[in-house]
C-alpha cells in the first residue's frame, strides 16, 4: 500500500521559514516524480512545483508565486521528499499535499499558517 | 500558462440525476488532462486520467470526454458519496494547473 505522508507544517511569522517533509512508502521512490500540491482555506487546488527523479536529473519546477522562494529536494536513501519555504508570505497559509507526480497518490496533508 | 475553466462552479442536483461539469482550457493540450473529486477535510482522489480513462477502482458511473480545449466529466447516476467537489487538472505543461473547481451538493 502505498503511503506518503506530511510533516512540518506550523505558525510561522510572514518572512520566516519552514521545512515541510514528505515520507514515502510502498512505492518504487527513486523511480518516481513527486509533486507538492497547496490549498488554501476554503479555497481551490494550486500546484506547487515538481521534482523529477535522479536519472531524469532530479529537474524541478515552481509555479510562479513561489519561484525563488520555494526549493524542492528529495533523498532517495530516505525515501523523504521535502519543501523548503522561505521569505513566507501571508498568502502561502494553506494545506500542503505531496503526491506523486500523476497524483494516483496524495498524502493527508500538512496545515501551514503564516500570520504575525 | 494554461488557464482552466470549469463549469459550474456550483452545482445543486438530487441523487439518481446525470451531471455533466466541464472544463475548458485556454489553449489545446491534447487528451492531457484528468479530474479529482475533494470532500471536505480530505486530501482529493484521482477519478480519470488521459481525459477518459478511469482510475483504479472508480466507480462506472464516473466517465470523461473530450481533447483539445474542452472535457466533461459525467456522472451517470448520482450516489450520496458523490456530492463533494471536482477539480480538472492539465498536465499538458508546466505549471500543472488545475480549474477552479465545481461543487455538487444535495438539491
Known amino acids: 500500500e502505498v503511503q506518503l505522508v506530511e510533516s512540518g507544517g506550523g505558525l510561522v511569522k510572514p518572512g520566516g521559514s ?8 510502498g512505492l ?5 516524480w513527486m509533486t507538492w500540491v497547496r490549498q488554501a482555506p476554503g479555497k ?3 500546484w506547487v512545483g515538481r ?6 536529473g532530479e529537474t524541478v519546477d515552481y509555479a510562479a508565486p513561489v519561484k525563488g522562494r520555494f526549493t524542492i529536494s528529495r533523498d532517495d536513501s530516505k525515501n523523504m521528499l521535502y519543501l523548503q519555504m522561505n521569505s513566507l508570505k501571508t498568502e502561502d497559509t494553506a494545506v500542503y499535499y505531496c503526491s506523486t507526480d500523476l ?5 493527508q496533508g500538512t496545515l501551514v499558517t503564516v500570520s504575525s | 500558462d494554461i488557464q482552466l475553466t470549469q463549469s459550474p462552479s456550483f452545482l445543486s442536483a438530487s441523487v439518481g440525476d446525470r451531471v455533466t461539469i466541464t472544463c475548458r482550457a485556454s489553449q489545446g493540450i491534447s487528451s492531457y488532462l484528468a479530474w479529482f473529486q475533494q470532500k471536505p477535510g480530505r486530501a482529493p482522489n484521482l477519478l480519470i ?17 473530450g481533447s483539445g480545449t474542452e472535457f466533461t466529466l459525467t456522472i451517470s447516476s448520482l450516489q450520496p458519496e458523490d456530492f463533494a467537489t471536482y477539480y480538472c487538472q492539465q498536465l499538458n505543461s508546466y ?4 480549474g477552479q473547481g465545481t461543487k455538487v ?3
Open chain 2, 95 to 98: 505549471p500543472r494547473t488545475f
Open chain 2, 49 to 65: 486520467y488521459d481525459a477518459s480513462t478511469m482510475h483504479s477502482g472508480v466507480p462506472s458511473r464516473f466517465s470523461g470526454s
Open chain 1, 28 to 32: 518504487t521512490f527513486t523511480n518516481t
Open chain 1, 44 to 46: 481551490g487546488l494550486e
Open chain 1, 51 to 56: 521534482i523529477k527523479r535522479k536519472i531524469d
Open chain 2, 105 to 107: 451538493e444535495i438539491k
Open chain 1, 103 to 107: 497524483m494516483e497518490f496524495w498524502g
Open chain 1, 18 to 25: 519552514l521545512r515541510l517533509s514528505c515520507a514515502a512508502s
